[in-house]
């Protein structure tokens, strides 16, 4: 059975940092994109970026470039956020995903196939 399992999530004050993990079962994360998205009440999901399955290439939404950082663990199965300098406006649900094989250009979310539950992270002023 395949299954995502987020942690790490907290509250912070702004410009602290945390990093989320998301562990992964039943699947080898080798094989697949993964997809970091975030979700704030009442607004849309949001990609916040995505690794290929080699963890060599990289996407981030303009909103927390030069802040996010993804990575991923292939021997621990271990997909990572680290999240620097973060914002109130990053506040949110943070839920990790997984696309079979390639990063694709144009790439959907409705294309990931596997979701976890999430993990909140708050940031306060």
């Known amino acids: 059975q395949v299954q995502l399992v987020e942690s790490g999530g907290g509250s912070v004050q702004a410009g602290g940092s945390l990093t989320l993990s998301c562990a992964a079962s039943?699947?080898?994360?080798?094989?697949?994109?993964m997809g970091w998205f975030r979700q704030a009440p009442g607004k849309e999901r949001e990609r916040v970026g995505t690794i290929d399955r080699t963890g060599t290439t990289t996407t981030y939404a303009d909103s927390v470039k030069g802040r996010f950082t993804i990575s991923k663990d292939n021997a621990k199965n271990t997909l990572y956020l680290q999240m620097n300098s973060l914002k109130v406006e990053d506040t949110g649900m943070y839920y990790c995903a997984a696309h079979p094989w390639t990063c694709p250009r144009g790439l959907r979310d409705g294309d990931f196939s596997f979701w976890g539950q999430g993990t909140q992270v708050t940031a306060s002023s």
């Open positions: 039943g699947y080898t994360l080798y094989y697949y994109c």
